[in-house]
C-alpha cells in the first residue's frame, strides 16, 4: 500500500500529531484541552478525505492505513519542563524538520507542500478549537497560541 517502511510511516504521523498536541499544551486549561483534543482527532481522522491524492497523508491517514496498522498514531511522551519552557513547539518543529527531511527524495514536491500545509492547519485548527478564560469563552487564540503558530508557519515556509 504505501512506499515508506514503518519507521518512515511513525516519522510522518508523529508531525501533524506533535504539531497539535504542541499548539494545545503552550496555553493550557481544562476546558479547552479537550475542545483542542478534539479538534485534533477531527483534522486527524478527516486528512485522507481532505487530501485525496496525497500519497504521503494516505499512507499514514486514510482507512486503509488505520486498519492495516502500519503507521501508529501514538501519542508522544511530553514531559512538564517541555510545556512550561515552550520547548514543546521547538520538539514539534524537529518532528517536522526530521518528516520533511525524510521525504526528500521519495515523495513529489507538491506532496510535500500539500503535507506541510495539512500540519499547519491542524495548528490552526488546535489554536482555534477553545477560547481562553473561563470554560473557554475568551478570545480563540491566545498570545501563546499566536506566537506558536508564527513560530511553526515560518518553519513549515506555508
Aim: glycine share 6%; charged share 15%; net charge negative.
Amino acid at each position: 500500500m504505501s512506499n515508506y517502511t514503518p519507521q518512515e510511516l511513525n516519522v510522518i504521523a508523529e508531525a501533524p500529531v506533535l504539531t497539535g498536541l504542541a499548539v494545545s499544551l503552550v496555553d493550557l486549561g481544562i476546558v479547552s484541552a479537550v475542545t483542542e483534543a478534539a479538534a485534533l482527532s477531527t483534522q486527524l481522522v478527516g486528512a485522507a478525505k481532505k487530501y485525496p491524492n496525497n500519497t504521503i497523508i494516505q499512507s499514514v491517514f486514510s482507512e486503509a492505513a488505520f486498519k492495516s496498522g502500519a503507521a501508529k498514531l501514538q501519542k508522544p511522551e511530553i514531559n512538564s519542563e517541555e510545556v512550561q519552557s515552550g520547548a514543546i513547539v521547538d520538539r514539534a518543529i524537529a518532528s517536522i524538520n526530521a518528516a520533511l527531511t525524510m521525504l526528500q527524495g521519495k515523495a513529489a514536491s507538491e506532496e510535500i507542500q500539500e503535507y506541510k500545509a495539512f500540519i499547519y492547519t491542524i495548528a490552526e485548527a488546535v489554536a482555534n478549537a477553545a477560547g481562553s478564560g473561563l470554560f473557554g469563552s475568551g478570545a480563540k487564540v491566545s498570545d501563546k497560541e499566536a506566537a506558536a503558530l508564527a513560530k511553526l508557519k515560518a518553519a513549515l515556509a506555508v
